[in-house]
Structures are given as C-alpha cells and as structure tokens.
C-alpha cells in the first residue's frame, strides 16, 4: 500500500509538472523522458546508473543478460544514427532494458518476486524521474520570480570573505585541467552517488528485500524537496549576478575579481537563468554522498571525501553559488538525512529534536541572509564565525544523536577461574 500511494503520488507530480511546463511552452518531464526511448539521451551514463541501480534485485545471471541487452541496443542506436547523421549520445539500450523490466515483472512474475522487481525498476526510474523534473522546476524558478535576492546573499557572503570570488580566482590560476576535473565531478554526481548506494544494497539479490535506509532515499528526497526554496529564497548565483554570463543583467562584471559592500535591494533578471542557488543541493548532495559512504571500503570512503570536496571547489569556482548557501545546503542535507533515519528506525524523541534543531538553524540562516545581510557584512569576525559555529553544531548534534542510534556490540563475557587445584600439564 506504501508503495502504490508513493507511485500515484509521484506520478500526480510528474504530470503537475508537465502542466507548468507546458503553460510556457516548453515539455514537461514525461515528454523528455519518453524521447529518449527513441531520440539521443540527455545523459547515458545517467541513465546507465539508473539501471545499474535497477540491477541490485537481479541474479549474477540476469545482470549479464541486462548490460549485454542494453549495449547491443546502444550499439544499434549509434549505427543508425552515424548513418543518418543525428546527434551521437548511447543510453537508450540502458532505458529499453528497464522499461523491459516492467514487462517481465507484469507478465512473468508473480507474488514477492514481483514486486521486488517492481520496487528495482522505481528506484531506477525514480533517479532519471529526478533528473527530468529538477529541469523543470529550473524553468518553472526562471518563469516565475522576476526578481531575485542576490545583492543580500552576496553581502551577507562578506562574511566569510567572499570565498567565491577566492576559489574563483584559485580556479582560473589552475586552467583547463583544473577546470575540466572540478566539471567532470561537478556533472557526474548522480553517477558518483549510485556507486556508494550499489554498496549499500550489494546483498539485495540475496536478501530479497531493502533495507530500511540508504543513501537514494535522501538524495531523492533532497531533489525533491529542495527546489521549493528555490522559489521562496530566488538567487542565480554569483557568476550570473556579478558576472559576464549575467549579461546587462549583472549588477556590474565584478566576479572573481573583486567584491564591494553596497545596500541590498532586490534586483530584476532575466527568463531564462534558473534561480536556482539557495540552498545548494549540489552541496546538500555531496553531503550526502560523504555521509553514506563513511561505512564502505577505504576506498569508498577516499572517494566519498574527493566529492566532497571537489564538489564544494566547483559550486564556489565555477560561481555558481556563495558560502552563505554552500553552509545553507550542508544544514538542509542534515536535516533531510536525520528526518529519513528516524523514519526508517521510528521516531523518538532524539531524533525529532536533532531534526528541529536542524530546521531552526536552516530557517535561521535564511533569514538573516534576507534582513542581516548589512550588519554581517560590516562585522565579518562577529558573523562569519557565528554562521560557521551553525552549521558546526547542526554536524555536531547529527554526529552525536546518529552514533547513539547504531547498534552497540554485547561485550565478550570471560569465565573466571574456578578456586581450587588446577590440573597441572604433564
């Protein structure tokens, strides 16, 4: 019953969306995604993490058939296109296979088995879903706020110091290569984030059943979630705002090379550029991925810890967003991830007060962003570590509650030693 209400609501979603899309003339993500059946994906390896994830209720055996299905479709696709000459993308063998998985569950299986398929294909499908609706609340966010809040983050940023307009200048030192790593981390972080859940849910095939938590429910929920405050808090970023890609939009071509204190006010921009910087769920999300990766192999870990960081160096390098929003999305990601852990344990006290503190200290942030901004930026040491003591107890509090929570190891009882003689070896 869970699972058929989640699928009705999703599904109301999608359609809710591809009525605004198309009120502005443009697809909506059911569109999208249905194009891809036939025309060049979006993303293919996207779409092949999606059915890398679909693959986790698989046999070994059915596993191989998949991945071969799906490249000799690829391979199919990409001869015809190179004969008529359209746009080169592979991904859409990866997308028949599941949609093929839906056939087999609906007509081949029955019982458990049935909908332990199902629940692989929505976990798959639910990843790419994601990515078609996150589009469209983008144009949705540049349709609908006029306006955006950029001048009172980017004061408010003095804080920290301005560490766009740092990491901005340190990117360009780096050059291309720099520059072409931070992107590649920066776009492929979906991809990143279904490596640590194919850990987390190696032992589905066996166990024929999920377990309670893992990291696609949060990065979900983040997606789904977050874009709400892209409307109630607009801001494009500083690169757009105080940039050259902002055009005669731009408050002035300024980033990364120098920042100045001015009183805030709101600021008109265009239709097209999504106001979509605070919070920032590119940090949210690699949060996330650190989180759920700390119990995996060294190597995970290490791997987990590089998109971190890599992560927060191409969403201040790039421009894309400010300090003030990068400290923003660590506390939101926090408080989305304690939310899900003490819905799948059941809710106690501790974890209903870790997640109101966290949303306290979000509502705060946001705030005193809007109505703060010029007593933050005329006293940075007062501010700057108040706002970084923030999120600095939000981490605390989430570490402390989450490690109570783990399930704790029985002692080894030892046998005392018997009074009396002892036989003696011989």
């Not at 359609?15 to 502005?24: G, K, N, Q, T």
């Not at 706020?145 to 360009?172: C, E, K, M």
């Not at 894309?320 to 990068?326: A, E, K, L, S």
Request: net charge positive.
């Amino acid at each position: 019953m869970l699972w058929t209400a989640a699928a009705v609501v999703a599904l109301g979603f999608l359609v809710a969306l591809e009525i605004a899309a198309r009120h502005y003339g443009l697809p909506g993500p059911i569109t999208n995604q249905a194009k891809e059946v036939i025309f060049a994906p979006k993303s293919g390896p996207l779409l092949y993490a999606s059915m890398a994830l679909m693959m986790v209720v698989l046999t070994w055996r059915q596993r191989f058939i998949a991945i071969a299905a799906a490249i000799g479709i690829d391979i199919v696709f990409f001869l015809v296109r190179w004969a008529v000459d359209a746009k080169m993308m592979f991904g859409n063998g990866a997308l028949w296979v599941i949609l093929a998985c839906v056939v087999i569950a609906v007509t081949r299986r029955t019982g458990q088995e049935r909908v332990l398929l199902l629940k692989g294909v929505g976990l798959g499908l639910l990843l790419v879903a994601g990515r078609k609706t996150g589009d469209t609340w983008l144009l949705i966010t540049s349709k609908t706020r006029p306006t955006v809040l950029d001048q009172y983050v980017a004061t408010a940023d003095h804080a920290l110091g301005n560490p766009s307009w740092l990491i901005g200048r340190f990117v360009r030192s780096t050059g291309p290569i720099g520059a072409h790593v931070l992107d590649y981390v920066y776009i492929q972080l979906a991809v990143m984030a279904v490596i640590v859940a194919l850990y987390q849910l190696r032992n589905v095939s066996t166990e024929r059943r999920f377990p309670a938590h893992h990291l696609v429910r949060t990065f979900l929920v983040i997606g789904l979630l977050g874009p709400a405050f892209y409307m109630i808090y607009p801001v494009v970023g500083p690169i757009f705002a105080y940039g050259a890609d902002g055009g005669h939009w731009a408050v002035a071509n300024v980033w990364p090379n120098s920042a100045s204190i001015s009183v805030p006010h709101h600021m008109p921009f265009n239709e097209f550029t999504p106001r979509n910087c605070m919070p920032s769920l590119h940090t949210a999300w690699a949060t996330t991925i650190f989180i759920h990766s700390r119990k995996g192999p060294r190597a995970l870990r290490y791997a987990g810890a590089f998109w971190l960081i890599a992560t927060l160096g191409a969403t201040l390098g790039f421009g894309y967003h400010y300090g003030t929003d990068i400290i923003a999305g660590v506390v939101f990601a926090l408080t989305i991830e304690a939310a899900l852990r003490s819905l799948a344990r059941g809710w106690d006290r501790s974890g209903t007060q870790l997640v109101a503190y966290g949303a306290t200290v979000f509502a705060a942030l946001l705030l005193s962003y809007r109505y703060l901004s010029m007593p933050m930026a005329e006293h940075p040491w007062v501010f700057g570590p108040l706002l970084i003591l923030a999120m600095v107890s939000v981490i605390h509090y989430f570490v402390r509650t989450t490690r109570m929570w783990e399930p704790q190891a029985e002692p080894v009882r030892h046998l005392e030693p018997q009074a009396g003689p002892q036989p003696e070896l011989v």
